[in-house]
Structures are given as structure tokens and as C-alpha cells.
């Protein structure tokens, strides 16, 4: 019994622990890696460069060499490791960096308290302003915010998802809330018979267009800064929605997948991907409860929003592309 007791009560401390996630944001965020990397490795320049207190960064880093992140190579002295050369990849920055997107990411956990007694995000509280105000309010971290779901943070998303029919009579697509448009790119790429239409916030389409000519797709594209929740474009094939729904409540979810059910009709269709699971999926916490209100919902809390939309679902099912992909039609 006193084994069990010892062993339990290590599970709990290592999963309690705040100490090791809040030293990687530190030392991320005032670029250590960076600056060992570039031959700065005793604490004193260190502290210099990085503009702190010595004796409290020196802390920080040798508790992270305690933990596998960095090497003491003498006294006051750092070195890289194999885990902390990952700090000098910017898709690993993007979510540790307290002074931009990650901050807000991080931050944001600590009003999962409030998340949990009222259903509803605490993030106004911290911030002083809704999520997605907060960004239009601070560019940076917007572009912050795009550059983690995007290529630089969730690498190029996968366009290889089956569709009902296939894909040889789809000619035109609108990626409702397709951010900087990587996905957009990867299937034009993919079908060049397609053409496609960007549809997100004005700041954010704007940042599209390297994307599209990386792509070699800018011809077959058109942009749309708007927001969703406006009339979308209408009469296209094909309506897209890729982690999008996951980011919103019931009501605003209803409301886009109106917008794409109007604009679908009489014959496009409203295909969902990353926002909906098999209903024998237990529930899970995500960060977007925390910073939105939004969830992940299972086919049956799916279908009944599709209903109140005006959708029907036609297939649902999880694909060799590692997606769940639910398929609606306008009724």
C-alpha cells in the first residue's frame, strides 16, 4: 500500500507541475537557444543580451538542464542539447512565445476555472477584451495566430480527403475561414481542373498571396475579405469549412453553417473537416473552449446544428487522410 500511495502521489506531482511549461515559455520567448546557438553561452552575457537578471535566469536554465532541455557545460555555462535545438524551429516559438499568440494560449488556461463553473471562456477577464477582438486589436499577434495555423506552425495541411462522387465534378471551391489559404493551395494544386475562392478577414486574405504563388495556383484563385458570417459567395460546387466550427459556440456555429447552406443551394455542398468526431469519441478539453467557447461535437450534435442550418448529412466518416470528414447538402 505505501508503494501504491508513493506512486500515485508522483503521478500527481509530475502532472501538476507548472514549473517546467512556464521555464520552456521563459526561455523560449527571450530566445536562449538563439542566442547560444550564435556563441553567447556563458550566464553573464546572457543575462546581458537577453536583458535580465543573471542570477534568476541562471535559475531558470538549470532547472530546464535538470530536465533534459539544455546542457550545463560548466559552471554558468550552457550549451545546446538535442531538445533544445527544437526551440530554434519558429513553428515550435509560435507556441511557447509569451509575447505573442502562445502568450495568449497560455494565459488563457488560467480561467479554465471560470470555463468550467459557467460554460462560457474567461478570456475578456485577462485580456480585457473577447478573443477574437483581442487579435484585431494587436496585428502582431494576429499574424501570430495566423502563422500557427498555418504552414509555419501546423506545416502544409493535407487537401488528399474523398468526397461522395469524388472529385471530377467539382469546379469551383470556397474555403469559408481558410486563413492565409494553405489549404485552398494544397487542393488546387492537387486538382488542376478546380478553381477556388478565399474567404476570411480582410488582414488575414491579404497575407495569401505568397501562399498561392508558392503554389503556382494564384490564376485559379480569388480572395474575399469578409467575415463569415456575412453572405458568402454563392453557387460554388463546394463549401469548406477546416477547423472552423470547432472555434465557435452553438449559436455562431449555426449561423455560418447557414451562410454556407444559402450560398450551397440549389446543388453545392458544405464538407467540415477537424470540427466533428464519431459520437462514440469521449469528450476532450481544448484549448479553443478556453479561448472562444468553441468545442469539438460528435456527429449527433453535429447533425442537429446542420438541421437548424439547413444541411443534411450525406456521408460521415474517417478517411485515410486522417481526417473525420462530414459531408452535408442543402435541404
Known sequence: ?????????????????????????????????????????????LAT????????????????????????????KF????????????SARLG???EGIGGRFSYAWGTLLTYVRTGAPGYRDVFGRPFWEDLDAHPDIAASFDALIGPQG??????????????????????????????????????????????????TVARSGETFSAAGVERRVTTVGQSFFDPLPPRADLYLLRGVLND??????????????EAARPRGRVVTLKSVTPDETPPTLTIEMMLVGGKKRSVAQFRALAHDAGL????????????????????
Open 312 to 331: 443534411e448529412i450525406v456521408a460521415a466518416e474517417a478517411q485515410r487522410s486522417g481526417y473525420f470528414v462530414v459531408e452535408c447538402r442543402p435541404t
Open 49 to 76: 543580451v537577453t536583458g535580465c537578471d543573471a542570477a534568476a535566469l541562471g535559475s531558470v536554465l538549470g532547472y530546464l538542464v535538470s530536465k533534459g532541455v539544455f546542457e550545463q557545460a560548466a559552471p554558468g
Open 96 to 98: 511557447l512565445d509569451l
Open 1 to 45: 500500500m505505501n508503494g501504491m500511495s508513493t506512486s500515485q502521489r508522483a503521478d500527481l506531482e509530475t502532472l501538476g507541475d507548472l514549473c517546467t511549461p512556464w521555464c520552456l515559455r521563459v526561455a523560449t520567448t527571450l530566445r536562449v537557444a538563439e542566442h547560444i546557438a550564435a556563441g553567447t553561452a556563458d550566464i553573464q552575457s
Open 154 to 203: 501546423h506545416g502544409t495541411p493535407n487537401a488528399d480527403f474523398d468526397l461522395v462522387g469524388g472529385w471530377e465534378s467539382v469546379r469551383t471551391v470556397v474555403d469559408v475561414g481558410g486563413g492565409t489559404g494553405a489549404m485552398l493551395a494544397e487542393i488546387l494544386r492537387l486538382r488542376p481542373h478546380v478553381h477556388g475562392t478565399l474567404v476570411d478577414l480582410p488582414r
Open 248 to 261: 465557435w459556440p452553438d449559436r455562431e456555429s449555426t449561423a455560418i453553417l447557414q451562410r454556407c447552406a
Open 79 to 90: 550549451a545546446l542539447n538535442d531538445a533544445a535545438r527544437g526551440l530554434l524551429d519558429p
